[in-house]
């Protein structure tokens, strides 16, 4: 199907972007890749009177590292990450994840920012910017406020983004040395959203998982000790993931508990070298 | 800055040579723009979703989905179509081993394969079958099996290795 009728505006700079979107309010969408976003207006799901393309805006299409954090901007691009040697040795968690996500003509277009604000329950990068507890930074007319990635991805689909806001970059820790990083999902067909994902990060002396395809927000996890097994089992016992005509929820807590063991494993050996 | 605006002008560089500019409307995805605006029916609508890959493009030599481009996106970029890969009467490579090695019947996604093809030789002159069918994931075929399209691409690879200066 078509998309419904929309009025479309191409701002240059931010300071546009938020002056529209404070204008036109929920009325309006920014459309970054539109990979996610696309699909909806083509099913007609969501019909908003003005789409605000941030593709020709210079100053989101970056990334750069500031001390011991990655900037990523609104419109860096998720195939950066299998691109760009840099950018994947400073954040091998997402550079891991990325591969995961849809095919190279998605990630070609498609942007980490884009994935974090649609906050589909089964995507990859919103577990990721959640175990690496990631900094949002929303600017509005209003000013700029930055949050935890737990309190902007709030349930399926759903994040605490204002009307008037827009996601100008997200700030995640670099890579350090002494930490292993590892992603794990599996789902019916290579590229398909995830049954389950699991991203892991273990250090000497700390353990932290997140985990997507639970149907709501991604959930993280840390560990209490550093027996993976008992660990995997414990936070598994503990979710309440959706039954669905893709698989039941008893295959989904038993797939979350190898998941997690795994890629805690996993995670563990890069830690070492 | 202009207001929003439900028509716009968009001008684009289709295989190499500069479009007109057309007015259409905001909505225009990129493949209606090229079928219908451009009459380049080569890049077909399959799902018009996302979900199928036949009618991927190179915009700015990266494959994409053309129904999730608005042509508004495209404005200003240099787009390569299915119609863009022969020279003059001269087939591609791509698609003289499509042609040798069957690997299409209805063709419906062919245009599809051969320009997620084509990016993907571009990135990887010397790509494994793996590659190859990984590369390749996000593009659906009901008639082949994909044997044979895996094949074509890696004799197509062999051919344009042996050969310098081969484009596209």
């Known amino acids: 199907m078509k998309p419904p009728a929309f009025a479309y505006a191409s701002p240059r700079t931010v300071d546009e972007c938020l002056a529209l979107k404070a204008e036109h309010g929920e009325d309006a969408r920014f459309i970054a890749g539109g990979q996610s976003l696309m699909p909806l207006l083509s099913l007609r799901m969501v019909r908003p009177a003005v789409v605000i393309d941030l593709g020709r805006v210079r100053d989101l299409a970056y990334w750069r590292r500031e001390g011991e954090q990655i900037v990523v901007g609104a419109m860096l691009r998720q195939r950066a990450l299998e691109q760009d040697k840099a950018l994947a040795g400073a954040l091998p968690l997402l550079a891991e994840a990325t591969r995961q996500i849809g095919h190279p003509a998605t990630r070609s277009r498609g942007t980490i920012v884009g994935s974090l604000c649609h906050a589909d329950p089964a995507a990859e990068l919103p577990v990721c910017a959640l175990l690496l507890k990631a900094q949002i930074v929303l600017a509005s007319t209003r000013g700029r406020r930055t949050i935890a990635a737990e309190d902007f991805l709030v349930d399926a689909l759903s994040t605490s983004i204002a009307d008037d806001e827009l996601v100008e970059q997200v700030r995640l820790p670099a890579a350090r040395p002494g930490t292993g990083y590892a992603f794990l999902e599996l789902a019916r067909r290579h590229g398909d959203f995830a049954l389950i994902s699991v991203a892991a990060s273990v250090s000497p002396e700390a353990g932290r998982v997140a985990i997507g395809g639970l149907g709501s927000a991604p959930l993280a996890f840390d560990l209490q000790a550093p027996d993976f097994a008992a660990e995997s089992q414990r936070i598994a016992q503990g979710l309440q993931p959706p039954a669905d005509l893709h698989a039941s929820a008893e295959y989904r807590r038993a797939l979350a508990q190898t998941l997690i063991e795994r890629a805690l494993a996993a995670a563990a050996r890069r830690s070492k070298t | ?168």
């Open chain 2, 1 to 168: 800055m202009n207001a929003p605006a439900t028509f716009l002008d968009v001008t684009v560089e289709i295989n190499g040579r500069k479009t007109t500019p057309r007015i259409v409307e905001a909505r225009r995805t990129l493949a209606d723009f090229l079928r219908e605006d451009c009459g380049l029916t080569g890049t077909h609508l399959g799902c018009e979703h996302g979900a199928c890959g036949a009618c991927t493009v190179l915009i700015d030599g990266e494959p994409a989905r053309s129904c999730l481009t608005l042509a508004a996106q495209a404005d200003g970029a240099a787009i390569t179509t299915v119609e863009g890969l022969a020279d003059g009467a001269a087939l591609h490579p791509l698609q003289r081993a499509f042609k040798d090695k069957h690997a299409l019947q209805c063709g419906f996604c062919t245009p599809g394969f051969l320009v997620a093809a084509a990016a993907l030789l571009r990135e990887n002159p010397d790509p494994s079958e793996l590659e190859v069918r990984e590369y390749l994931s996000g593009n659906i075929c009901r008639c082949t099996g994909y044997q044979f399209i895996v094949a074509a691409v890696l004799a197509a690879a062999a051919e344009i290795n042996g050969k310098a200066g081969a484009d596209v």
